[in-house]
């Protein structure tokens, strides 16, 4: 069992930056690729990025590429999200995930969710 905690989500202004961070207990954390998710309201879960066990690789959805950074400390069973340049449709709740299978983080299948994190930007 993985007990993930997001933290970090706020009101900001549009163009501004924010860092989520997901804290993890329980199993070993460097086993799982770690993957960030939104969902919006009225909208569908949106798989947002993902890195590897290693933080050796790194992919984005096409919405976000160039704008935020996934990064991931496995000394402190933590991965982060910065959001930089932050649009008025970045406003979501956003989840973490874990998953032993990167290529799984792509559909969504993703073993353990933490309990989300709300990111509102305002114009």
């Known amino acids: 069992q993985v007990h993930l905690v997001e933290s970090g989500g706020g009101l900001v202004q549009a163009g501004g930056s924010l860092r989520l961070s997901c804290a993890a207990s329980g199993r070993t954390f460097s086993n799982y690729a770690m993957a960030w998710f939104r969902q919006a309201p009225g909208k569908e879960r949106e798989f947002v990025g993902v890195?590897?066990?290693?933080?050796?690789?790194?992919y984005y959805a096409d919405s976000v590429k160039g704008r935020f950074t996934i990064s991931r400390d496995n000394a402190e069973n933590t991965v982060y999200l910065q959001m930089d340049s932050l649009k008025l449709e970045d406003t979501a709740i956003y989840y973490c995930a874990a998953s032993e299978v990167i290529a799984s983080t792509l559909r969504g299948e993703c073993r353990y969710w933490g309990q989300g994190t709300q990111v509102t930007v305002s114009s």
């Open positions: 890195i590897s066990w290693s933080g050796g690789s790194t």
